[in-house]
C-alpha cells in the first residue's frame, strides 16, 4: 500500500496518519504538497481524479480515497484496538459524532477557509467572503455542542478514544491555523484538547 499524503496544516490527511500511529501500522507514504499545487497535477489525477489528499493505492493498484473510509478499511485490516466502537452502542455513537464533526464544525470552518483566507485567495475559485465570515459563528456553534458532550464522557463518542476523537483533533487544529481558536469558556473542549495532544500520535 501507497498512502498519498500531505503535510500539517491538511486535516484529512492527518486523520489516516493518527489513526495509523494508534494502530501502530506502518503506512508507506509519497508526499503531495498541496502548496505547489501538486495535488491537481495530472500525475496525481492520474491517482485520484478528484484532487485531493489522502488517498490509498491498495497492492492490487485500486484506489481508497476519503479519509473515513480509508481508516475503515485499514481497521478491517487490523482489527485490533478498535476506534471504531465494537459494541452496537459504541459502534453508533462514534458513527453519529463522526457525521456531526463532518456536516456541523467542518462544514462551517471549510467555508471560512475557501471565502475568506489568504492562502484559498489564489485559488481559481469565485469567493464571498461575507458569506464565509457568516460560517464562523456557525463553527463556535459547532465547538459549543462538543463542549457540553465532553462536560459528560472523557472522550467524544464515551469512554474510549475513538475515530470521533481523531476528526474533532484535525478539525480543531485547522480551525484555530484559519483563524477559529477555541474559545476560553468551553472549558470541556480546552481540557480535552489538553489530553488528545498529549498522545503520542497526535505528533503524526
Not at 481558536?181 to 488528545?196: E, F, G, Q, S, Y
Amino acid at each position: 500500500m501507497i498512502l498519498y499524503d500531505s503535510p500539517n496544516p491538511a486535516p484529512n490527511p492527518r486523520r489516516v496518519r493518527i489513526f495509523a500511529a494508534e494502530k501502530g501500522i506502518d503506512l508507506p507514504s509519497e508526499t503531495v504538497s498541496i502548496v505547489t499545487g501538486e495535488h491537481k497535477a495530472p500525475a496525481f489525477l492520474g491517482i485520484n481524479p478528484r484532487g485531493q489528499t489522502p488517498a490509498l493505492q491498495l497492492d492490487d493498484g485500486s484506489v481508497l480515497t476519503e479519509s473515513v473510509a480509508i481508516c475503515r478499511y485499514l481497521e478491517a485490516l487490523y482489527p485490533e484496538a478498535t476506534l471504531f466502537g465494537t459494541t452496537p452502542a459504541e459502534i453508533g455513537a462514534i458513527e453519529m459524532w463522526i457525521r456531526r464533526i463532518e456536516l456541523v464544525l467542518m462544514e462551517p470552518i471549510g467555508k471560512v477557509w475557501v471565502h475568506t483566507h489568504p492562502f484559498t485567495a489564489r485559488l481559481p475559485i469565485q469567493r464571498f467572503p461575507e458569506y464565509g465570515e457568516t460560517n464562523r459563528s456557525r463553527a463556535l456553534d459547532g465547538f459549543a455542542m462538543c463542549d457540553v458532550a465532553l462536560g459528560q464522557s472523557t472522550w467524544l463518542a464515551g469512554d474510549a478514544f475513538s475515530m470521533a476523537d481523531i476528526l474533532l483533533l484535525t478539525t480543531v487544529d485547522f480551525a484555530a491555523f484559519i483563524g477559529i481558536p477555541l474559545p476560553d469558556n468551553l472549558i470541556h473542549l480546552r481540557a480535552w484538547h489538553d489530553r488528545v495532544c498529549a498522545r503520542p500520535s497526535a505528533q503524526a
